[in-house]
Each structure stands twice: as structure tokens, then as C-alpha cells.
């Protein structure tokens, strides 16, 4: 392998490597087996095939690159510093996995330019991948017009072993096929080791024959480690395949290069060794310093000038657009802005207490309906519950192959992949709002990707309904009890369970604008009606805990409760009134949006002097007691549920204005 | 379809049909379409194929059945009723779906018996399948001898598309294909049908060559509907490839025989309604009120007749088998018993804090084997993290294909299949422990395996290792924040954070009891290392709160924490105490066994007088504040971690003696 004079190419794929191979070896941790061996497939697609330019990380029509493998993330950064972004520099590299550094040990959107997703967790990103591809269809669908053409662009991902084992993938490569995502090009990096080393231990499936199954387009580079005329008759191959997603299965060597390691899983996650380094700088005839890069290979992999030219054809092409078709070209703009269109929230219903009472997911679908034609970018729907969770959009029909334009998304029993395809649309960065819906107790099948849009700064929206044991006769496998709390605990994610009509409206209006924003929220709805209560409102749910009913002076006592169970506490404390008790009633949409109050107002709302406190909700008691304190109590459920009609079900666990009434009078004392 | 006179094969699924139609109708609730289009291959597999004995349901040698679309329950309670089971009697299908019954909305074990697995969230079924037949396989290795054969059983699943369409399904069935797992058949009941509407707007995928490519053994019955001998003939097929999992798609019309609701999604989830019921009777010439099944249908598919010769010939076997081979046969009735052997825990270490310390996953590796040898009964793996885990059985080799007796499995990078593998090896009822071990994050993604180990009783183990921020570089997609709350959340788990040597020995002895009793415990430990402190025990962990360090007199405050930060109590404990202060330090390895204690205990730990108190753990806030009360202070980390050494991110986050330190004196005042 050693070259007396390397090729211009072949400096660079070893600059790709020794830039891993040396970080690694500087932070004692990381995985430089990845980039070793796929060095040569990410230098023919960078340095060939994909349009972007470093100097605008985010100019729009930019092909979108996902490294599926996140622990090969020198790789990505390798690539980043090579093209001449300026987001990584030599002293980032230098940074690697370091307190502070734009090289974390996996890629993060939120850290570094250029990363478009954040991966690590194995299988989201190439699931994220298809949502990046759904969104460029969905946008070339919706704007592009015969004669123009502005969205127009490839998602590329490279993916390994790990990455296929997971469902999440399989899930989310499935639909793929199923839409027929032509310009969705994965390249796998068939290296056949894992950390427990050889696939042979756990993973014999033929893989492209499952891909075929899929209905993909399927290729293999046999010789991945050297071949790179092979590697790029693929690709070209693969982009005049339109009608379907193309998956190539390149077959390379982990660690190639490092003579005792590679081939094996040693090289996967660890670095190589001082000794194993010079073997390998022997080995490939690498002739350079750590950290020192030949000005050659600088200048031939350098994308500024050539991404500036992109990005000047493209907005010439815009120019075009925006003459012939000016409104389109506004409303283009607008989305990516991120701007919400001005009186986007002013047909939000209110209510009162003489309106009929609702499902909340009735109020939800009602509400999904009333924005649909004046938020065109809102783009989801349910994991085959559509019927359920009242998610479809009656003004458009359905996002499938060649309907692209459509708005409503099938994404069939695969809640994992709904929830990492909905992250890749909104990381698309072009305005879109994805939806995706199920019942509330599979956000156990999808927690992973939930926890990832709060992370990775996803602007979705998680509409779940059927939030409790009121769902009634399916049992306690389809009755949430502790996912609430589960949900609330996730960082960054803002969990609403509104009580009625006027706080789904809040709750959607919060979390639209959160979406915009890049935060995601969970909206949880019931199944069964709900009453209208007195003094709910939008503005009330935008604090996040609010009172509802209230007395003179200061309360003998206060009920709190979400959801459903609001108007129990509602009609206690209209009895306890009776009995002369002073009483408030708090409602708590979402705990998240309260505990970003100032001190002042939630004092206001929980006075420390009012110890004599009682929640109900139809959870767990966990994390109630932040609220109710030592001398309250939490009408909860913190067992497993039961299969019987909804109302049964919330009678026999205590959900009751009865029981509600005399667990109060109990803190009362 | 009307048959004047109609076969006792057409009596017998009518029968099937009809109980579960007029239930669904009574209940006003459930799902008619499946049991109505899959009751042919139900009936064939249940009166033609399957050795159980109804009155003797635990009997061990039986073939296992699972509904694996457990929506269509109806069709598992019909087949319980009709071949005699005395767990489900004709009063008990009226009772569908109510309070207190025997026919929940989805089959639950642990309310009839006849279930071997709780199914309803779609896929785990066929993936508790797998785990079923992976039993028998370790078992059938483990006990058989070339004269004398007591395990020799099938594993039979019926599976929708909605299951097909689940990752947690291909995961496992790419596994079970690795395998080679011959004695498990599934038949993919293909009705093309799934909530939102045909499959054509999802799911088009080709599923028999996606299970060719994963290494099953593929059939197809085109005529399920009425082509009982074609059903026979596959099943026989099945049985006779012994080195691979067959995979029957039998092609059915859900709701078959409703004329106007047939092969639509109206059929799938809801009652037929009075008018289509009557057709339905009519179009199939069913002549019978609601659960009146003709007595010749009751005589030729009761099986107790023949379950009792099977048992018998079975009991026979087992005798001749205990005569030749009395040592292996005391082992299996001790299996079979649940019985741990005298002294199991004997060896578990014990340390003091002069001992070097180590990190808890070591502690672990080594607690794994020293009772590997004296529990030939544990069996399990990681999810393709062996070594970092540290999970593996030095006394056994890898189980693979043709090497089922050993019992370090590799599961492949697939965590939700490695759950709920290991729920199907527990519920097997043979006394195996199944333990499964990923990084703590990545609980994540087998949550909903989680749940259903806690709901449906498993006896499982789940190790999880690198359990905060101090697993350090890989960065916030790998460390743990919310986890352990999001844990401590789902009932009838218990979570375990030890925080030394002797505490990792008290958490496996109880988890290893509770596996016993049917109870699945999940062990949270470090990455790094940890000391040795002064106080710990292996009884204290089972109270799951405990004092380790103590004042005399009342304390002025409390110190509390979990695992690796119980160490920085101690040390800020012992400068308080150099200051005058009067400190307890409780560490916390288990909640929920602390919550199991009697209110005088707890009161002993934490007196209420006490209510200066701290709690230091490197995980959210969330669930902390019932036990530091309104005065007290949380050391926690309520955001996402950050990429960097893991002492550094500890550091940085607050997680060192200095800021316990300051906050326990801010909290004292």
C-alpha cells in the first residue's frame, strides 16, 4: 500500500484518515476504524458529487449529507475542515471530545455548521435521511413549476452495520421505498465488524436483498477500499435511478490501513496506539505530522469557490422564479424564514362553559384544521391511527410517491421511524412544521427520536391522544400511566396535556410558535369527552399553570390537575365551597412552560403559605410532590391500568368528584 | 358461502367467528375483522398441530401460541373456550372487555391462563416468539440426551401486517434467522388491511423476500380463507426444515363473510353494528344466537382428552429420563420450580472501603461470574456492547446456531429485539433468567420491552452501564440525563443505581430474587470508577434507602444520592462534620424497594423533623423533590450533558465535593 508519490486523491482520502487516526489518538477516545475505511466513498461523494458551500453552511438547495455512523464523526469533521467550512478549524480537530469544542464525540447539528442532524444513537440517521428526502420532494412538489425550478437538491447518508441492525431504520427504509425517494442515495459502509466484533456473531442477513424487498435500488462496490472509479459509477448510477431511493453497499475494510487492527473491532472505538500509529503511517506512506495537511490537498478539496458558484447559479435561478412568480416566491421566503404568516393564530376557538363538551382530540383535529390553510407548511400525520388520533388535514390529500405536494403522511405502524423522519423534515431548515401522531403510550416505541427533537432542536410537534387509563377497554398495554411523567423529565421538551377546548387552542398556538423557534412539544389528548371549564384560556395555558377557580383571600386549600381531570377538581371545589372551604383550582397544561415563570408569578399561583394541596391526574404520582408538598396528596394511579369501558376505568382507580372530594377533605384534616 | 349443510372443519371456524363477532358486539368494543379472517389457520393450527393439554396450561412440554396482533384477542379466547381450557368459559367472552374479566382487551398472561405472553403493542409478539423458541432451543441442548428427549416443543405465532411493520418485529426475526431458530412458525396473517386503510398506502414492501433475506424458510398460502389443506400442508412444510424459522403468509380477507364490511379497515377495530351482524349470519349460514356453539363443535375441538395423553406420554418420558439421568432431571425440576440452589449467594463479595475501587460495571462483570457458574439458569448478552457492558459468562461460550447450549447471546446492535427476546425466554416458564444489557441511554429504545416486562410479571435482569454524564466523550446523545427518572416512573420495576462494591452485590441478590418471583429489575452502573465507602451493605440495598454515615442525635441535614455521587456525600459529610455540623448520609440504590418499607422505617431514615436535605444525583431533578421536601435542594443536571472527559463533565455540572459542599451549607442557612 505505500505510494512513493501519492496521487492527488489518495492524499486526501489519507488525509481524511490521519486527521481521525491523530484526533482520536490526541483525546485517547474515539472511533477511527469508520473514517479509515470509508475515507475513500466520503472523498468521491464530497469531493465529486455533492453541491454546498462551505461559506453558507446553510444556502438552501445545498445536498444534505447525514453520517448515519455518528461515531465516525471525525470523518465528518475531516470533511468539514477539509472543503473549507469555517465551522471547523485545525484547532477544532485539535478539540476533539473536548469540554467546549465543535467536535463532540458524535455530530451535533446544534454544535457544529454543517452538520445537518445529530446522530450517535445508531439507526436515526438514516431515518432522519428520509425525512430530509420527503422534505425536498414535498418542497419540489409545492413550489417548483414547469418552467423553474428552485428545490432541487440530494440527501446523501452513509450508514453502517449498526445503523442496519436497528428497526428504527428498517422502519424509516421501508416508507422510503414505499414513496419511492429517488434522490435519497445511502452508501453503506459495508465493513462487516462490530463492537463485538465480526457481523458473523449477529447480523448474517443478506442486507441488499432486504433492501430490494423494500423496493430500493440496489448496488455493490465490491472493492470500496480502492476502487474509487467504482465507488463513483455508483453514485452516478444511483441519481439516474429517480423513482426510487438507491441504497450501495460498499464494501471496505474497518481501520484499512493499520496493519495488527484493521479488519478487526479493536479499531472500531479506541485509539490505535503510538506504536500502531507510525505502523500505519508507515503502512500508507504518510509522511506528515499530526494535524498537518499538504497545501495540495487543501487547495483540490477546497469547496469555496465552487460552492459560491453553486449558491450564484442557484440564486440567479430564484431571481428567475421570483419574477415570474412572485407570490410563490414570497411565500418561499417566508418559509424559510421561519416567520409564521401574520393572523396565523386568530381563528383559534375559544369556549365557555355552555359549549358542548369534546374529546380533546376532537378539539385537536378541529384545531389541526383550522391551521392546515393558513399554515401550508404543516406536514404530518399518524403511524396508522389516523382515524383515531384525528390527524388528517381535509384540505390536502395524501403524501405518497409522485403526490409529493400532499400533506398528509401514512407513515404505517412504524412509530420510531414517524418520529425520526418527522425530526429529519424540520432539520431540513426550510420553515416545514412536521406532525407526527400515535396513541400516548407508544411514545415508548419512538422515545428516542422524541428525546433527539428535544436535543437536536427539532421544531415537531408529538400529537398523541388517548392519554389515559379513560381509554378504557384496550387494557393497561394501551394505557399510559407513567408517560407523562417519562415525558416531562426529557430537557427541552414542553409536554401539554390541556383540560378543554380553549387550552387545546393554547397549547396548539405555544407549541406552532415553539416550532418555528426549534423547540418540539408534546401535545396529550383524550379519547373521552371532556367538559368546557370556566376560566380556561389560551393565555392561561402560555404560563403553564394557571387558576381557574379561585376565592377570596387566601385559599383553605388548592386542587391542581391536567387534562381530564381538571373539571373533577372543577367540581370539588365547587363543593367544598358549599361547605364554606376557600378554594383555587390550578389547572397545569404544561409543567415545563410553568417552571419557566418568574418566582414572583409562581408564588402567585402556589402560595408557600398554602400547604394543604391535592393533585389529580390519571398517572403516576411521580414528580407530583414538587407541587403538593409534604402535607398534600396526589390522587394518581400508580399501578398498571385495566381493560373496561373508560368511565369504569376512571371510577374504579379513584377518578372520581368523589373520591377527589374526600381525598381534599383528608389534607384538609 | 352459505352452506346448507355445512362440515364440522366449517362449524368449528364459524364458531370461532361468530363467538368473536357476538362479543366484540356485547362489549360494543374490540376488533371483529381479525379473528373473523384468520379463524381458518387458527383452527387447522389448533386442532390439527398444536400439543397442549387445557387442563394442565402450564403443562412444560406444550407447543406455545402467540397472537401477536393482539387486537384480535377474540380469536385467542374462542380457541381457549373451544379446545376446553377452564381459564376462559363461555361467561367469561360474554364479559369481554370489562372490569374484572377473564377476556381483557388485549391477551394478557397474567389474567389468563392459556397466554403465555402479553401482546397488543404491535411486534413484541412475534418478538417474544423468538424468545420462546430460544428457550426451548437452550433447554432442548442443555437437557436432552441422545436416548431421551423431555424438551421438544414448537413455537407458533400468528402476526399482521401491523406487526411486520414494526422494527422491534425485523429485529428479532433477523436474530431469529441468524439463529436458526427451526422450530419457530409464524404465520403472517396477509389481509392487506391495517387501520388507516388498505396496506397499499404504507406498507408495499415485499415481506416473504425480506424474511428470505433475513434466513427464514418462506411460504405462501394464497387461499387462506378456505384452503385448510393448503394450510396443513405449509405447516407440515414448516415442521420438516429444522435449521431455519419458517415464515407462512397465509392470504386472508379480514372481517371474511361480513358482506358489506369485509376487506376494509370498518372491520378491523370496531363492532359490526346489528343490521351486518344478521347478514354476516346469514351470508355465512350461521343459524346460532350469540355464543351458542353447536355441541359437536364443543366435542371435536375440545382437546383435554388428547392434552392428557400428551402430558402423560410426556410424564412418561420424563420418568425414564430422571431414571437414567437422576442429577440433570433434579436440575430441571429445580429449573421448572423456580427454585434458586441452596447457597447461590454464598460468593457474592463483599468490600470494605480500604478495597481499590472500580467502576460498578466491573463490579458487575465480576458478580456476572461468580454466579454464572452456580446459575446455569442465566442466560442473556448485550446489544453488541459485550465489552464495554462487560456482560459476558467467561464459563460459557457463544449461543449460535447448533450451539444452543451456551449462553452468552449476541443480540446484535438491536436493543428492542433484545427486550422483548428476553420477556419471551422469561415467560417461557422454565426458571431461565434472561438478562439484556445495553448502554443506560439506550433503554431508550426497547422501553416498550421494558413496560411489558414489568406488566406482564419477567423475570428479567437488564444491565445498563456508562449511566450519566460521566460516561463522558461520547457526548449528550450517549449520557443519560432523565433516564433513571423516566425508569423510576413505570410500576412493578425495580431500578437499581448502586453506588459501590457491596451495594452492586446487594442489587443483583434482589434482582436475582425477584427474577425468581416473576419480577424484572433494571441495574443502573458507571463507566468509571468508583470507591469503596464506609457503611454500604448488601441488607441496606435491599431496604433500598439506607444511612451509611451517621451523627449522633438528630441530624441538621440530610445528604442523599444515588451511585457514583453516594462518594461525594461522604466526602462533604466528613468536612461538615469538621465543621460541627450533625450529617446522615443516605444512599439511595433503590426507590422503589424504599418505598416498599414500612412508614416507621422511612420515618427512621428521614424524619420529618429533619427538613434541611440534599440530594446529589448526576441525572434531572424530576421525582426528587418528595424526598428533599420544600427546603431542601436538588444537585442535579436538568439539561443535556456535554461532550468531554466524564470528570470533566461531572466538574462542570456541579457534580464535586466543593459545590456539594456549598450547596449543603446554602441549604442549611
Redesign the interface.
Known amino acids: 500500500m505505500v505510494a512513493a508519490t501519492q496521487s492527488l486523491q489518495e492524499l486526501s482520502i489519507n488525509s481524511i484518515r490521519f486527521l481521525a487516526v491523530d484526533a482520536v489518538e490526541k483525546?485517547k477516545?474515539?472511533h477511527p476504524g469508520l473514517p479509515m475505511g470509508a475515507a475513500p466513498m466520503a472523498y468521491v461523494l464530497w469531493n465529486q458529487f455533492m453541491r454546498f458551500n462551505p461559506k453558507n453552511p446553510k444556502w438552501f438547495n445545498r445536498d444534505r449529507f447525514i453520517l448515519s455512523a455518528?461515531?465516525g464523526c471525525m470523518l465528518q469533521y475531516a470533511l468539514l475542515y477539509l472543503t473549507g467550512y469555517d465551522s471547523v478549524t485545525i484547532e477544532d480537530i485539535k478539540q476533539f471530545?473536548?469540554?467546549?469544542?465543535k467536535t463532540?464525540?458524535?455530530p451535533?447539528n446544534f454544535e457544529t455548521e454543517g452538520v445537518e442532524v445529530?446522530?450517535?444513537?445508531?439507526?436515526q440517521g438514516i431515518a432522519n435521511g428520509v425525512g430530509l428526502a420527503v422534505a425536498e420532494a414535498h418542497l419540489a412538489a409545492t413550489f417548483n413549476k414547469p418552467d423553474a425550478t428552485i428545490v432541487d437538491h440530494y440527501t446523501y447518508v452513509i450508514l453502517g452495520?449498526?445503523?442496519n441492525?436497528?428497526?428504527?431504520?428498517?422502519?424509516a427504509c421501508?416508507?422510503a421505498?414505499?414513496w419511492g425517494l429517488g434522490k435519497l442515495i445511502a452508501l453503506y459502509d459495508d465493513n462487516h465488524i462490530?463492537?463485538?466484533g465480526s457481523t458473523d456473531?449477529?447480523?448474517?442477513?443478506?442486507?441488499?436483498?432486504?433492501f430490494?424487498?423494500?423496493?430500493w435500488h440496489v448496488l455493490h462496490v465490491p472493492n470500496g477500499n480502492t476502487d474509487l472509479d467504482a465507488i463513483a459509477k455508483a453514485i452516478e448510477e444511483a441519481k439516474k435511478v429517480t423513482d426510487k431511493p438507491t441504497m450501495i453497499k460498499v464494501t471496505t475494510t474497518i481501520g484499512y490501513g493499520s496493519p495488527n487492527k484493521q479488519d478487526t473491532?479493536g479499531v472500531h472505538g479506541a485509539a490505535l496506539g503510538t506504536d500502531e500509529v507510525a505502523l500505519t503511517r508507515k503502512n500508507l506512506g504518510w509522511n506528515y505530522e499530526p494535524f498537518d495537511i499538504p497545501q495540495d490537498v487543501l487547495s483540490h478539496m477546497n469547496k469555496a469557490e465552487q460552492g459560491a458558484s453553486y449558491e450564484a447559479e442557484w440564486d440567479q435561478a430564484f431571481a428567475a422564479y421570483k419574477a415570474k412568480y412572485p407570490a410563490e416566491a414570497a411565500e418561499f421566503e417566508r418559509y424559510l424564514s421561519g416567520q409564521l404568516p401574520d393572523g396565523w393564530d386568530k381563528d383559534l376557538p375559544k369556549f365557555t362553559p355552555d359549549d358542548d363538551g369534546l374529546p380533546t382530540r376532537k378539539h385537536s383535529a378541529a384545531i389541526l384544521n383550522i391551521l392546515a390553510p393558513v399554515l401550508p407548511e404543516l406536514i404530518g400525520g399518524?403511524a396508522?391511527?389516523?382515524?383515531?388520533n384525528l390527524t388528517e388535514l381535509k384540505v390536502s390529500g395524501?403524501f405518497?410517491k409522485g403526490e409529493y405536494a400532499n400533506r398528509n403522511v401514512?407513515?404505517?405502524?412504524?412509530e420510531?421511524?414517524m418520529g425520526a423522519i418527522c425530526n429529519g423534515i424540520s432539520l431540513h431548515g426550510s420553515g416545514l412544521i412536521p406532525y407526527g401522531a400515535t396513541f400516548l403510550?407508544?411514545t415508548?416505541?419512538m422515545?428516542?427520536s422524541i428525546?433527539?427533537s428535544?436535543?437536536s432542536q427539532v421544531g415537531a410537534i408529538w400529537v398523541m391522544t388517548h392519554d389515559s387509563i379513560g381509554q378504557?377497554?384496550?387494557?393497561?398495554?394501551?394505557q399510559p400511566?407513567?408517560v407523562l411523567?417519562?415525558l416531562?423529565?426529557?430537557?427541552?421538551l414542553t409536554v401539554f396535556r390541556p383540560a378543554d377546548g380553549n387550552e387545546c387552542s393554547g397549547a396548539y398556538k405555544v407549541a406552532v410558535e415553539k416550532a418555528k423557534a426549534h423547540a418540539p412539544s408534546l401535545l396529550a389528548f383524550t379519547r373521552q369527552k371532556v367538559p368546557n371549564l370556566p376560566g380556561t384560556s389560551m393565555e392561561g395555558v402560555a404560563k403553564g399553570a394557571y387558576p381557574i377557580v379561585d376565592c377570596d383571600g387566601t385559599p383553605d386549600i388548592i386542587l391542581m390537575g391536567t387534562g381530564s381531570e381538571v373539571s373533577l377538581c372543577v367540581a370539588a371545589a365547587e363543593k367544598l365551597t358549599g361547605e364554606g372551604k376557600k378554594v383555587r383550582v390550578v389547572s397545569m397544561p404544561s409543567w415545563e412552560l410553568f417552571e419557566a415563570q418568574d418566582e414572583a408569578y409562581k408564588e402567585s399561583v402556589f402560595p408557600?403559605a398554602v400547604t394543604k394541596r391535592l393533585s389529580v391526574e390519571a398517572g403516576?404520582s411521580?414528580?407530583w410532590?414538587?407541587y403538593v408538598?409534604?402535607e398534600g396528596y396526589s390522587v394518581s394511579i400508580?399501578?398498571?391500568g385495566?381493560?373496561?369501558?373508560g368511565g369504569?376505568?376512571m371510577e374504579?382507580f379513584g377518578f372520581s368528584v368523589d373520591n377527589v372530594l374526600a381525598k381534599a377533605k383528608a389534607v384538609l384534616g
Open positions: 483525546a477516545s474515539g455518528g461515531h471530545r473536548q469540554w467546549g469544542s463532540p464525540g458524535h451535533e445529530t446522530t450517535g444513537p445508531l439507526g452495520d449498526g445503523c441492525m436497528e428497526g428504527v431504520a428498517g422502519e421501508s416508507i421505498g414505499h462490530s463492537i463485538d456473531v449477529a447480523f448474517t442477513e443478506d442486507v441488499s436483498k432486504r430490494e424487498a423494500y423496493g473491532a399518524s396508522d391511527l389516523t382515524h383515531s395524501d405518497q401514512h407513515f404505517g405502524v412504524r420510531h421511524g403510550i407508544f415508548d416505541y422515545r428516542a428525546r433527539l428535544a436535543l378504557g377497554e384496550d387494557g393497561p398495554t394501551h400511566v407513567e411523567a417519562s416531562r423529565a426529557i430537557p427541552d408557600k403516576v411521580f414528580g410532590s414538587k408538598g409534604p400508580d399501578t398498571f385495566a381493560s373496561a369501558p369504569t376505568c374504579k
